[in-house]
């Protein structure tokens, strides 16, 4: 049988060749350089403007591209079309393209004042370019918010110790910021307190599990409300991933989400996201090690090998289970973060690049930051092969609990119980999550202010009368986004959202490559435009094509013409996601009209201009 470290071996040998052959190459490319002043240090505000020291920025990058969708994509594809393909788009497409988008955005927002990839293309392109893409990304967000918000809920019911562990982590985190920025504490001394304070509450976790509705929980969770909570809106429609109490921890993150990004970054962000880089290097890093250790010296529970009721290959068409699944283009549109993900562009050109200290940590934080998204990833297969996946058409609330049973038997490899290793990385993805939530919602607040137009450094509360502060300030934007997140969950239709969410995601990175090409070409006629045009062409034609079948296959010929949808709601729900599926690529397509007409324009000048925006 196949032994599971050749998943591992697989990404480490072409993301070590992508990190120190391509990353390099692409660093002297746009020519970074740390004699030139960020954005960070140029509109220093003690409010989103903070110059971060590289580790503690490299935590909250990687804490927040890395959320659910790397862990739920690749299991979910292995179980439909085999572990062998989900593995090559992991390995291959990551360092080609993944890392590449989040680098160049990065990069870009660098020379750009710190701004969103929006307005990059808006510099080129013209208004109507900007407002699209802004448009596009914040539609896009608030899919990101809603199906973060149900996947953290979902392992809260599936794992209540978890629930514990993440309040005690998120006030270890407030209790740092304090102690980091006001008290200047020792940076070394608090590290070290504070991240054993962390592992700690894994530990409180386990022996007091809290659920807010009665449920089938471990012995000795403590229920703070009577009944299982079908009164709670949305409860019936999340009866098979957690009815009611699933159901009530979603408004209670989504409250989470809005208050913790109206806050200064210094509070929470910066702080907890350091905090719980540890908790992640510690979790991905250590069940790579301990697929090493357990294959070599046979330590684990259970053999490291892939289950035999796991192919190396479905099939084209995927698996029974699963329906009419085409390979291509699905699978790279299931397969989004741990590969390439829009949503990253979003952190890398908003929250990252007005932190960034130097240029050159670009580098580690943009590059190497996607690359360890992508071992999230393959750990995440890992412990889908070991485990096995009963139900390939199950996606999100199948998915999740495998991840940490799967992830439990791996550390035993290190002589960890089992029942400790599934708590453990469950609160690894919740970190992930929770992390991803915020910072989402942030992000959201910047497209609405360059949208609006807010001039760089400039922040507002929103508490007044006037429509423009309302809906850019800080703390009632988060309103916007939240609001609408909350009635697409407990709709019914989480399932569809996360196709949805698939789509615009994939889009959304074409879109983004699609602004770093524009931008090479007008900087300078002899930079070339492959390492971005390229995957921005594959990422246009696959999401596209994913699109069509959603809307036009699923949709349109199925639910409506064959009557699949049996019901109102079934019906309303395919109009709408049709709606939003057609809105989606005429965007896209709009864009990279105007696009490639700016880039055609530019080439075809006889004189090179100067970078636009490069200071």
């Given at each position: 049988?196949?032994?599971?470290i050749?998943?591992?071996?697989?990404?480490?040998?072409?993301?070590?060749?992508?990190?120190v052959?391509?990353?390099?190459?692409?660093?002297?490319?746009?020519?970074?350089?740390?004699?030139?002043?960020?954005?960070?240090?140029?509109?220093?505000d003690?409010q989103?403007?903070?110059p971060s020291?590289?580790?503690?920025?490299?935590?909250?990058?990687?804490?927040?591209?890395?959320g659910?969708?790397?862990?739920?994509?690749?299991?979910?594809?292995?179980?439909?079309?085999g572990?062998?393909p989900?593995?090559?788009?992991?390995?291959?497409?990551?360092?080609?393209?993944?890392?590449?988008?989040?680098?160049?955005?990065?990069?870009?927002?660098?020379?750009?004042?710190?701004?969103?990839?929006?307005?990059?293309?808006?510099?080129?392109?013209?208004?109507?370019?900007?407002?699209?893409?802004?448009w596009?990304?914040?539609?896009?967000?608030?899919l990101?918010?809603?199906?973060?918000?149900?996947?953290v809920?979902?392992?809260?019911?599936?794992?209540?110790?978890?629930?514990?562990?993440?309040?005690i982590?998120?006030?270890?985190?407030?209790?740092?910021?304090?102690?980091?920025?006001?008290?200047?504490?020792?940076?070394?001394?608090?590290?070290i307190?504070?991240?054993?304070?962390?592992?700690?509450?894994v530990w409180?976790?386990?022996?007091?599990?809290?659920?807010?509705?009665?449920?089938?929980?471990?012995?000795?969770?403590?229920?703070?409300?009577?009944?299982?909570?079908?009164?709670?809106?949305?409860?019936?429609?999340l009866?098979?991933?957690?009815?009611?109490?699933?159901a009530a921890?979603?408004?209670?993150?989504?409250?989470?989400?809005?208050?913790?990004?109206?806050?200064?970054?210094?509070?929470?962000?910066?702080?907890?996201?350091?905090?719980?880089?540890?908790?992640?290097?510690?979790?991905?890093?250590?069940?790579?090690?301990?697929?090493?250790?357990?294959?070599?010296?046979?330590t684990?529970s259970?053999?490291?090998?892939?289950d035999?009721?796991?192919g190396?290959f479905?099939?084209?068409?995927?698996?029974?289970?699963?329906?009419l699944?085409?390979?291509?283009?699905?699978?790279?549109?299931?397969?989004a973060?741990?590969?390439?993900?829009?949503?990253?562009?979003l952190?890398?050109?908003g929250?990252?690049?007005?932190?960034?200290d130097?240029?050159s940590?670009?580098?580690?934080?943009?590059?190497?930051?996607?690359?360890?998204e992508?071992?999230?990833?393959?750990?995440?297969?890992?412990?889908?092969?070991?485990?096995?996946?009963?139900?390939?058409?199950?996606?999100?609330?199948?998915?999740?609990?495998?991840?940490?049973?799967?992830?439990?038997?791996?550390?035993?490899?290190?002589?960890?119980?089992?029942?400790?290793?599934?708590?453990?990385?469950?609160?690894?993805?919740?970190?992930f999550?929770?992390?991803?939530?915020?910072?989402?919602?942030?992000?959201?607040?910047?497209?609405?202010?360059?949208?609006?137009?807010?001039?760089?450094?400039?922040?507002?509360?929103?508490?007044?009368v006037?429509?423009a502060?309302?809906?850019?300030?800080?703390?009632?934007?988060?309103?916007?986004?939240v609001?609408?997140?909350?009635?697409?969950?407990?709709?019914?239709?989480?399932?569809?959202?996360?196709?949805?969410f698939?789509?615009?995601?994939?889009?959304?990175?074409?879109?983004a490559?699609?602004?770093?090409?524009?931008?090479?070409?007008?900087?300078?006629?002899?930079?070339?435009?492959?390492?971005?045009?390229?995957?921005?062409?594959?990422m246009?034609?696959?999401?596209?094509?994913?699109?069509?079948v959603?809307?036009f296959?699923?949709?349109?010929?199925?639910?409506?013409?064959?009557?699949g949808?049996?019901?109102?709601e079934a019906?309303?729900s395919?109009?709408?996601?049709?709606?939003?599926?057609?809105v989606l690529?005429?965007?896209a397509?709009?864009l990279?009209r105007?696009?490639?007409?700016?880039?055609?324009?530019?080439?075809?000048?006889p004189?090179?201009?100067?970078?636009?925006?490069?200071?």
């Amino acid at each position: 049988m196949t032994q599971v470290i050749w998943i591992i071996v697989a990404v480490l040998v072409t993301f070590t060749v992508g990190y120190v052959g391509y990353s390099r190459y692409l660093t002297q490319f746009v020519e970074l350089d740390d004699d030139r002043e960020t954005p960070a240090h140029k509109y220093e505000d003690g409010q989103e403007y903070v110059p971060s020291k590289k580790p503690v920025l490299l935590g909250h990058h990687y804490s927040s591209i890395a959320g659910g969708a790397p862990i739920v994509g690749p299991i979910t594809a292995g179980a439909i079309w085999g572990w062998v393909p989900a593995l090559l788009w992991i390995a291959i497409g990551n360092p080609l393209m993944g890392a590449v988008h989040d680098f160049v955005s990065l990069s870009g927002s660098l020379r750009h004042e710190g701004k969103s990839i929006g307005y990059i293309i808006g510099e080129y392109v013209g208004e109507s370019g900007k407002n699209m893409l802004l448009w596009f990304a914040f539609l896009t967000i608030i899919l990101v918010v809603a199906v973060f918000a149900l996947v953290v809920a979902i392992v809260f019911h599936a794992f209540p110790q978890v629930v514990t562990a993440s309040f005690i982590y998120i006030m270890l985190a407030l209790v740092f910021g304090v102690y980091l920025y006001q008290l200047n504490g020792p940076f070394i001394l608090g590290t070290i307190l504070f991240v054993a304070g962390v592992f700690g509450a894994v530990w409180v976790g386990i022996q007091y599990p809290v659920a807010l509705f009665a449920g089938d929980y471990p012995a000795g969770t403590i229920v703070l409300i009577g009944g299982e909570g079908a009164w709670v809106p949305g409860a019936a429609e999340l009866e098979g991933i957690g009815g009611g109490n699933t159901a009530a921890w979603i408004p209670i993150i989504m409250i989470y989400g809005a208050v913790a990004s109206a806050l200064p970054v210094w509070v929470l962000l910066q702080p907890r996201d350091y905090l719980s880089s540890f908790l992640l290097y510690t979790g991905v890093g250590g069940a790579i090690i301990a697929i090493i250790v357990g294959t070599i010296f046979a330590t684990s529970s259970e053999p490291l090998v892939v289950d035999e009721s796991i192919g190396a290959f479905e099939g084209f068409w995927g698996v029974e289970a699963a329906g009419l699944a085409p390979l291509f283009p699905l699978l790279f549109i299931t397969i989004a973060c741990g590969t390439i993900s829009g949503f990253h562009s979003l952190v890398s050109s908003g929250t990252t690049a007005k932190q960034l200290d130097k240029e050159s940590d670009a580098r580690l934080i943009g590059y190497g930051g996607m690359l360890g998204e992508g071992l999230l990833a393959a750990v995440a297969l890992s412990t889908f092969v070991v485990w096995g996946f009963a139900d390939p058409a199950g996606g999100i609330g199948a998915a999740l609990p495998n991840f940490a049973s799967g992830g439990g038997v791996i550390f035993t490899s290190l002589g960890i119980p089992e029942s400790v290793g599934a708590v453990f990385m469950a609160l690894v993805l919740v970190s992930f999550l929770l992390t991803s939530t915020d910072t989402a919602v942030r992000l959201g607040r910047y497209m609405m202010e360059e949208i609006v137009g807010t001039p760089a450094g400039m922040t507002t509360k929103g508490l007044s009368v006037d429509p423009a502060s309302f809906v850019r300030g800080r703390y009632t934007n988060p309103l916007i986004q939240v609001v609408p997140a909350y009635l697409l969950v407990i709709s019914g239709q989480w399932v569809v959202l996360w196709q949805l969410f698939g789509g615009a995601n994939q889009l959304l990175a074409a879109l983004a490559l699609l602004t770093a090409t524009v931008w090479l070409a007008n900087w300078d006629d002899s930079k070339q435009l492959v390492s971005t045009g390229v995957p921005m062409a594959i990422m246009v034609v696959i999401t596209i094509m994913g699109l069509s079948v959603l809307v036009f296959y699923e949709n349109l010929y199925l639910n409506l013409i064959q009557g699949g949808a049996e019901t109102t709601e079934a019906t309303v729900s395919s109009i709408v996601q049709m709606v939003l599926g057609l809105v989606l690529m005429i965007l896209a397509l709009a864009l990279v009209r105007l696009g490639y007409k700016n880039i055609s324009d530019v080439r075809g000048e006889p004189e090179t201009p100067t970078a636009p925006g490069d200071d």
